[in-house]
């Protein structure tokens, strides 16, 4: 009997893609820093033996990964990449997938669960007074332990802005569309809310006279329904 395990497999990559990979590797292991610039089209062409067309179409790709840019007199150079300007070029709820949607979901829900060590580090008594002005116009008891968009994004915005981490804010800013998307579309069961709910007031006066600890579980308790829709769909 023939073996056909004997073949190697073939490198489906195209050179495109290996002279990127190239690009990437050498940029790590020159430690080159942001600011720095990098060798040319041509002397890359000539270090790589490739065609300039190939090596252009990699710097491109580099480009759009934010790694590297082109300044007058200098060429390209290392950049920071703004990671969630490009991850933002992607989150549009109608061209993602159900599960990849379901997770993101996920994601905001277990970010605001953790952020409460970083709020009583940081939370101003300016900051109380702006979240007590926030929840003097909700209601009570929002319908099914859910409140409306424009309510979600005034509040927890403000939470993530007293974290005073940029990329949480930026991250918050990409999830919320998406968070409003997946509550109407369907994907999830509706859900009857709880004799017992803490809603925005109560986090408030947590904020206010509580812990880390006893924000975390009330956050916990205040996403419960969020987090039964979840597991119930997934059951």
């Known amino acids: 009997m023939i073996d056909i395990n004997t073949f190697n497999q073939v490198d489906t990559t195209s050179l495109v893609d290996r002279v990127e990979a190239q690009l990437v590797k050498f940029l ?125 994004i005034a509040f927890h915005g403000k939470l993530y802005e007293i974290t005073g981490n940029n990329m949480l804010k930026k991250f918050q800013t990409m999830l919320l569309p998406i968070f409003d998307y997946v509550h109407k579309s369907g994907l999830f069961k509706p859900y009857e809310a709880k004799d017992k709910f803490v809603t925005h007031k109560g986090l408030v006066e947590i904020l206010k006279h509580g812990s880390a600890e006893s924000f975390r579980n009330a956050m916990r308790n205040h996403l419960g329904n969020h987090f039964d829709r979840l597991f119930r769909t997934g059951s």
């Open 28 to 152: 790590q292991d020159q430690k080159l820093k942001v600011g720095d610039s990098i060798p040319t089209e041509m002397e890359l062409c000539k270090a790589i033996g490739v065609s300039r067309t190939v090596v252009r179409e990699a710097m491109v790709r580099l480009k759009l990964r934010g790694l590297i840019e082109s300044r007058k007199k200098k060429g390209a150079v290392i950049t920071s990449p703004d990671i969630f300007e490009i991850i933002s070029k992607s989150m549009n709820p109608f061209v993602l997938d159900e599960g990849t949607l379901k997770e993101i979901f996920e994601l905001r829900l277990v970010l605001e669960i953790g952020m409460a060590d970083l709020l009583f580090e940081r939370i101003t008594d300016s900051d109380i007074k702006i979240l007590e002005e926030i929840v003097q116009t909700e209601p009570d008891a929002p319908d099914n332990g859910i409140f409306q968009i424009s309510q979600e």
